[in-house]
Structure formats: C-alpha cells, structure tokens
C-alpha cells in the first residue's frame, strides 16, 4: 500500500481535472465522492489500534479503535493516551478519554499525511507518519 503523500499524487495523476481530487471538498460531486471512498477505504481501515496524533482545540496522542468505513463515510471511537496542548477555553475536553469521530465522503480530505474534515477541522495522522 502507498503512503498517504504518494497516494495524493497518484489521484492527482489520474484526476487531472480536480487538480487534488483527495484534498478536494466535493459538495455535490457524486464521481469525487466516488474517488475518495475508493481511494481512502483501504487506509482508514487500516487504522484500527492506530496510535495517532488528533487535532481538534486539542493536540492529543490517541488509539483509534471500532473504525468503521462503509458507502456512507467513516467513524471511529477515540481513545485519548496524553494530551500535549489544550486551548484555554475547551478545558471539558481534558477530562473526557473517549469520544467519537466521524465524517462523510464529501467532507473528508487527504492533505499530506493527514486525514482532515471540514467543516467540524478535526484533523489526525499516524505517528509512524509523523516521524517519517
């Protein structure tokens, strides 16, 4: 399997007229969606018992675990291990272990290593991605 950055290139290479069809969001794009659940499914759900780095009003090391990616999009249960940085206000967030991530196809984004979602700007990676 190809790194996330090389997967990038291949899609841009064989998607041209999206120029980044897997950083693209795609509001009402059926062929990009398309794209991306192809290209994407065989990644995130590699990611069961991944130790990753999460971003989201607060910089965490996390195992994902219950990883689920279907038609529809991905969800994911989080499982927070430490927290590196935590903004003044989401202070709730210190206190919780778990929680819940999601999205569908339209707003998921490939960009670099890291797995993105807009409009909610949760983003992680792997750390093995993170040291390479």
């Known amino acids: ?36 659940r192809q290209a994407l499914s065989p990644y995130l759900s590699s990611f069961e018992e991944q130790k990753i780095i999460y971003n989201d009003h607060i910089l965490l090391t996390a195992f994902l675990y219950n990883v689920e ?20 206000y989401p202070y709730p967030l210190m206190e919780r272990k778990t929680w819940t991530i999601q999205s569908d196809w339209q707003h998921l984004r490939l960009i670099g290593n890291r797995i993105n979602c807009l409009p909610y700007g949760w983003s992680f990676w792997t750390v093995k991605s993170s040291v390479d």
């Open 69 to 88: 990616v279907n038609e529809n999009g991905f969800i994911a249960e989080l499982w927070k291990i430490k927290t590196h940085q935590l903004l003044h």
């Open 1 to 36: 399997m190809l790194n996330l950055p090389a997967l990038s290139k291949k899609y841009k290479n064989l998607y041209p007229k999206y120029i980044d069809p897997l950083a693209k969001f795609s509001s009402g794009d059926p062929k990009l969606v398309t794209i991306k």
